[in-house]
């Protein structure tokens, strides 16, 4: 049974940073890329960054390029979102993702929220 575990959200305020982690279980973890996800409040969840099974490929959304960068710990079976020069759009849950052909396994969310 497919289990993601997101930790690291909080408030901080414009400009600062926060690293989120995805603890993953119930698949092999090295196989599969992986990403984060976000939703704001009334809008529709979208793409924030991909990265891919060894950990050779990332893929960024336009607005978070050269602020967040994700990583993995295959070892660990870990990905991490590291967010820098945080900025109040970037207020949303934060949602690990696995897609395995047409399923998508989602973990409960963690809560950014960037405010002065």
């Known amino acids: 049974q497919v289990q993601l575990v997101e930790s690291g959200g909080g408030l901080v305020q414009p400009g600062g940073s926060l690293r989120l982690s995805c603890a993953a279980s119930?698949?092999?973890?090295?196989?599969?890329?992986m990403s984060w996800y976000r939703q704001a409040p009334g809008k529709e969840r979208e793409l924030v960054a991909r990265?891919?099974?060894?950990?050779?490929?990332?893929n960024y959304a336009d607005s978070v390029k050269g602020r967040f960068t994700i990583s993995r710990d295959n070892a660990n079976n870990t990905v991490y979102l590291q967010m820098t020069r945080l900025k109040t759009e970037d207020t949303a849950v934060y949602y690990c993702n696995l897609r395995r052909g047409w399923n998508d396994n989602w973990g409960q969310g963690t809560q950014v929220t960037v405010s002065s």
């Open positions: 990265i891919t099974s060894t950990g050779g490929s990332t």
């Open positions: 119930g698949f092999t973890f090295s196989s599969y890329a």
